[in-house]
């Protein structure tokens, strides 16, 4: 039985794991102001060539998104995403609890675009309705789709026109980056968003994202924030050793691009089968639609998630590839895609 | 340089880190919904004796504090504690940021007692001040101290007959339950209080702590309380696989021995050396008076934490050992008090 | 220049006035417990016919719906409300800033259907989502229609099944209770939905809502809800004096009744003049599509609010009448209308 | 059977109820945006000469505190307070349900001082404490004592200084002025705090209080807090009205100086009785020392609040004046007094 349910199925990819025991028994400083996460903070803003970010490492990504999101905002505040957003789906009103409403708009392939901002702002005209000051988008978003770098300058200035953040939930990140399609560098991403998290649980890590501040007004008093959400670790540098395996050298762009590659082999295999897809193929995560009973003898031997009836016969399914897939299972599965 | 600063400042006890290496590419659920999970769980429940509490794994202390105490009361419930516990003090105001009211007493040793507990109900009369609902004990306590049976047994009556919630905070439970002058069993634990953690991250886990919930009407959705705070880990399996090696023998215990016997010896090379304490010695947490001499002196090669000042010659610190120190530290630091 | 802008443009009917004059310079006790709030408590226990109601008086609309929605649920519980509901457009994210997400379910008039809720409840599977637990439902909805009692029984019947409070916003009650098509008896409401108000304010109070609850697991601690959202008034026989001369004798209904026969004659006006209605017109709120020079004529001598485009040459306006819409302004309106 | 419980127990003075008589059918526009409510702005910017002050009219007391706190407050930031200020004691936790710690501070006489806003600063010191932020004083404060202009400027400074927002609760503001021993003008005030509220419910009116916003940077979208609150009254012009009459001429001082000598003449009347104080008598509420026995005897024909033993056979009890206080009432409790 092989998994292809989700990128957090495995532990830490070996390398992490050989950094974390190589300094297991060293003396570190709590919360986060130790050695190694100042040397992950350095590659990564040499990464994203931004020397004057404010970078934290937080456990995880609904953590990431309800602390960003109220601190960012006044009380009176909302946050635009599309209808597909983590945040409006799967975080079980997390935002909401932090006393801050979610304007959900509709969206084709999980994106925002000016259009629908534009859209949010022209129906919130008062002090009667909540204030749009914040713009939550993913990449790569929950349906698999990207930003192209002109996406999102667009969208960043539709935001700078109308005084709104620009907040990037990238626990996908990596997968976004390395995918063929794809034209934005992880450098272009601080000009063009004030916020955004490079995902590291869905990447390789075993738990762990660091959240990127970029403009200056963001990144007062945040570690006040992070503690009082519970988000500041005791063992800060085990998200810190973690981000440095990652970006101490290109790790973090070969897990992504490893996951990618595994997910263009199935889709290969699933387009040589005849099969049609919900959303294009693009990064890790595939949706294609298949027939109930290739569905039910492929589940013999895999597992997938979201099986959702498309018509009598078909059923859309949510297969996901990782840093940890193999190449055997990837193989295995084509064959069991086109043989049928 | 060695530091007796916390107790987290090294990462996991080998063990725990073997069983992490040795699962590291196995596939599983997410959610905490895994075998390791369960397995943990199924031992902590034979340790505790109480085969029917539930048992979520949670990042930390901070976070499972919050997410307990604002799941279990209603807006104008307000929780008790001592005026030196954790949650008034050091989690920036965690508590309130859910909405609820730090009612903090007054206490000569970081413990509540039952008069105490009733002075806080009887200044508590009607609606137009918070309802006393939760009563928040620490065990050991951030002073070191801790809780017999006989007064835990007391705090339990006076919590069963006013309808209030007591909740221990374990953080450092190891070590209170290891340390020579304790009485209570961990087994004793589930009949006294109704909801209590067992603290991973300061007794030799790389994070987490297991929230144990033994009265049942508490139970109720509290997966979806801890998704909407950001606690509900994706790999959940990494604390999972953590308390299943803690909990699979005796790990749990020995780590807090071991911290406890540190201490031991540090205690008597402090009082060898003819200082005196703050509070008496009996965990792993020390709090000696020192002159400020020695303290400069000792500074040369040791850290320790909140050095304050006692008088114009003294101060106290606080001096913490763990599953990780040394006994050639600890004989290097006993040396240097008593030769001075 | 006369306004038909909204239903709380004057102060309060004479009767009202004149009581609160008569016992002006009474001492009563504070915060609702005085002689003239139990009065008017059991004038409308009596007109509801439920002796065992518990009864609040409010100062607002939106504070009365955030206080009920907090004091019902625990954190991680939604509402579910039509999207024209009050608290999803008109209340500044006032539900959320209490912690709860609001679930807005498209709604061609205005009203929540079974088939809408269970729509709803089927889109909320499990712990990753919010958990749908009180349904907020308007009589009169935003729209002017109303519900039925075959509609709200229907409406009952699936909450119950599902274990979900209902909740019935009566800031029109008044209207919706005496309008021509209506069937439902204000006796009935008590039996069909676990907590309702009355309202006051857009029915002739200079301010006050009547919050009635019914269930009894739903009436716990509840001055204590009031108190702290700063929704228990020093003065709360201010609200209570009103309340008595509204319900010692006829007067709520007297004034929903005027309230509707100025509606009527205004949409008899509207249809004479040979224009259509963007909802069916039944309470005191209608909304004619008028074509624009006609509604540049009328707004010379009238005042009314909403004016959104339809087509080039048409828009709907918002025309609503109260207890002090007088005939004569009526009159004016009609002509104004049928000589165009 | 007369009551010197509290200062609203009384209806509304009656130029007040002429002034809403005589505006009562005139159409106003809603939520606060009406002529009423500007006049009554325009006479207060008059009265506190700031003619750039933002002037707000809300419902009640508690519902202004937790406004403005939690608007000028971020998440993790605290507000300091008199361990007996109002938002300590009697709010039910208002200010903690919206996610802000209150520090309570031991006061002598109900009154901060530069030195125990200092204490507070000094103990919070870093990330893992929340952050003081606002500084909140009732002046007349609730134990009846006031600021003299010299300590209000101490406090100006000291909050200047540490970039602290000082806000002042004026419940009771009017006795606080026109009381023998006070030397500060209303119109002092802008230049000393931040905010500030002008009571009305506590000084003739059926309910208001208009807050007073001094501060450039703490305007800005106030009104969506307060819809988002439910502090925005549809009928706001029923407040505007009151405020109006109140500031028109010199209505407002005038009755907190009638509530003050009435509260004289008892203070007299206890001193020549032999009694003493529990606080210094100085504004509308008395706090005197008196035997158990005159206390069941005066019982009879007057009603107090807040008995509280002092010894065996004495007890402390509040004595409240109003602008309806009458002089008979005042002299038959004197007569009582002194005759024992």
């Known amino acids: 039985m092989y998994s292809f349910r989700n990128d957090y199925s495995e532990g830490a990819h070996p390398r992490i794991l050989e950094l974390l025991m190589k300094s297991n028994l060293e003396q570190n400083v709590g919360y986060g102001e130790d050695e190694h996460s100042n040397k992950a903070k350095e590659y990564i803003k040499k990464s994203i060539k931004k020397e004057d970010a404010d970078i934290h490492f937080i456990p995880g990504g609904t953590q990431t998104n309800l602390l960003v999101i109220s601190s960012f905002l006044r009380p009176h505040q909302c946050v635009i995403t599309a209808d597909t957003g983590h945040i409006n789906v799967h975080e079980t009103g997390a935002i909401e609890a932090t006393g801050h409403k979610v304007v959900a708009m509709a969206c084709s392939d999980g994106k925002l675009t000016p259009d629908i901002i534009q859209k949010a702002l022209d129906i919130h005209t008062d002090e009667h309705m909540v204030q749009p000051k914040l713009v939550y988008i993913s990449n790569s978003t929950e349906t698999g789709t990207i930003y192209s770098k002109k996406e999102l300058s667009q969208i960043h200035d539709i935001c700078r026109k109308n005084d709104l953040i620009l907040f990037m939930d990238g626990a996908r990140l990596a997968s976004a ?29 075993l738990l762990g994202e660091a959240l990127v501040i970029c403009r200056e007004e963001l990144k007062k008093d945040f570690r006040f924030l992070m503690k009082q ?17 990652l970006f101490q050298d290109n790790l973090y762009f070969e897990l992504g691009s490893h996951a990618n590659s595994m997910a263009e082999r199935i889709a290969e295999g699933i387009k040589e089968g005849g099969y049609s897809f919900f959303t294009e193929p693009c990064t890790n995560q595939l949706f294609p639609i298949l027939p109930n009973d290739l569905l039910e003898e492929l589940s013999k031997n895999f597992v997938f998630s979201l099986p959702e009836k498309v018509d009598e016969d078909h059923s859309v399914i949510r297969i996901v590839t990782s840093w940890a897939t193999t190449r055997e299972s990837v193989d295995r599965l084509c064959e069991s895609l086109i043989k049928q």
Do not use: H, W
Not at 184 to 202: E, H, M
Not at 229 to 245: D, L, S
């Open 177 to 205: 980056l390395t995918c063929r399609t794809n034209d934005l560098n992880i450098s272009d991403i601080p000009d063009l968003v004030d916020a955004f998290y490079i995902g590291g649980t869905k990447n390789g890590a």
């Open 229 to 245: 959400r519970g988000a500041m670790m005791a063992k800060g540098f085990v998200a810190g050793i973690q981000f440095e395996a």
